[in-house]
C-alpha cells in the first residue's frame, strides 16, 4: 500500500486528490511503523533488543492521528478536535515511551 500510495504520487494530482493521498500514505506508514514497533516490543521483553534514543516528536503523532481519524468523524457529523501542550511540541531525543509519559502529565 505503501508503494503504490509513492507511486501515485508522482502523478500530476490537485487539491484534495492529493491531500487524500499523502494522508493514505501517512496512515500506511504510521501502521508499518506500529507493526515494527510491536516486533521490537517483543524482542525488548525477551531481552534480545535495548532500547535506544531516537527524535521523537509526540506533537507531530497527534497531529497526524488526528488528521487521519477527523476524516472519518467528519462523515459521522463530528468534529475531532486536539490540544497539545507546548513541551510535546518539539522533537526530542529520547525513547518514544519517555516522550509519551511526560506529554501525559
Do not use: Y
Not at 492529493?18 to 514497533?37: G, P
Not at 509526540?58 to 468534529?79: F, H, M, S, Y
Amino acid at each position: 500500500m505503501v508503494g503504490m500510495a509513492d507511486l501515485l504520487l508522482e502523478a500530476p494530482l490537485e487539491g484534495e486528490q492529493r491531500a487524500r493521498l499523502e494522508l493514505m500514505q501517512k496512515a500506511s506508514k504510521n501502521l508499518l511503523d506500529l507493526f515494527d514497533d510491536v516486533l521490537d516490543l517483543n524482542k525488548i521483553e525477551d531481552g534480545r533488543i535495548p532500547l535506544s534514543e531516537r527524535l521523537f516528536n509526540p506533537g507531530r503523532l497527534v497531529d497526524d492521528t488526528c488528521a487521519i481519524l477527523g476524516q472519518q468523524a467528519r462523515e459521522k457529523g463530528l468534529v475531532l478536535k486536539h490540544r497539545i501542550g507546548r513541551v510535546c511540541r518539539s522533537a526530542s531525543w529520547a525513547t518514544p515511551q519517555v516522550c509519551a509519559a511526560s506529554c501525559a502529565t
